[in-house]
């Protein structure tokens, strides 16, 4: 079997969803991916079965028992073994002819534009305490254009976002300043995400660690948050409809069983968010050295990382 003939026996039952057409246009996309854990791995393994031919990712980290919980790339083979490695051997084994270009550094200041280089849409997967790596990425792929699309797995529940290149930007979404702490920032991204918060009534805030970068996790989430951002992705590559991008929000609890789509107009700004957001803090308050600790020390200013 020729590698036409492989990928398009393949993808065959995707007809009907897409056309042959917009099949092809899949095949000829590119998507970059930054993170290659829980969120990433999953959405590389979807995208390539979904048909996307070209991909760049980015992770620095090797995979650990620690990941097994919810990372699909996690195994007991591949345990010590660079994510980038890992996942580009899978998603080559799904399909032979797609083309993974790694950055097993990861993003930074010397190489985000050439990870960004002839990319159609961004799929944000960063750690959450990495917000330096995160606002440069979402401002580079702002000045190149192209759309920022995120999931966030919370509890039992996922979230989706859109940040488009003539939208509202990721500072003004989740209202961040130059200066702000370290604390600061993470109180306005965990209000951010996910405005109704209802995933918090039956989860343990006291599990979330700063100073280890973790915090609850399960796989069922993971599944939820790859099925909504990779479907927004097609939307994103085949033009089908405008983008839900900020201000609007979308999250789906399955273990409450509630949807809850949303737009917030002037983002973290409104005044509701402001009363939640003191109402998070507050919550984390006897914690906030923690956070402060967690290695960036100040809001990047908008010329680069402190």
């Not at 994510?83 to 032979?96: F, Q």
């Not at 606002?135 to 702002?142: E, G, K, N």
Request: hydrophobic share 40%.
């Amino acid at each position: 079997m020729t590698p036409d003939e492989y990928y398009w026996t393949a993808t065959k039952r995707n007809l009907g969803i897409v056309t042959r057409e917009e099949q092809q246009r899949l095949r000829d996309s590119r998507v970059a991916i930054v993170g290659m854990g829980g969120a990433g791995g999953i959405y590389l393994t979807t995208l390539t079965r979904m048909g996307i031919g070209h991909f760049n990712v980015a992770d620095f980290d090797t995979f650990s028992v620690a990941n097994i919980n919810r990372q699909a790339g996690a195994m007991r083979s591949t345990i010590d073994r660079p994510k980038t490695e890992v996942m580009a051997e899978i998603a080559r084994d799904i399909h032979p002819s797609a083309e993974v270009r790694r950055f097993d550094g990861g993003i930074g200041e010397h190489n985000i534009e050439e990870f960004l280089c002839d990319v159609d849409a961004v799929l944000d997967a960063i750690d959450v305490f990495a917000q330096p790596a995160r606002l440069l990425m979402y401002r580079t792929a702002r000045r190149m254009g192209i759309p920022v699309l995120f999931g966030a797995p919370l509890g039992l529940s996922g979230t989706l976002g859109v940040f488009a290149p003539d939208g509202m930007t990721y500072e003004d979404y989740f209202d961040l300043r130059d200066g702000m702490s370290p604390f600061e920032i993470m109180m306005r991204f965990i209000v951010g995400l996910a405005p109704e918060g209802r995933h918090w009534t039956y989860m343990d805030p006291g599990q979330v660690d700063p100073k280890e970068h973790t915090g609850p996790s399960s796989a069922a989430a993971i599944s939820l948050i790859a099925g909504m951002v990779c479907s927004e992705t097609l939307v994103a590559l085949l033009d089908r409809r405008p983008l839900r991008a900020a201000p609007e929000f979308l999250q789906f609890d399955a273990y409450l069983g509630t949807l809850r789509r949303g737009r917030l107009r002037w983002g973290n700004r409104g005044p509701l968010q402001r009363l939640k957001l003191r109402y998070v803090a507050k919550k984390f308050a006897a914690r906030a050295s923690e956070f402060d600790r967690i290695g960036f020390q100040t809001m990047p200013t908008a010329n680069g990382l402190d």
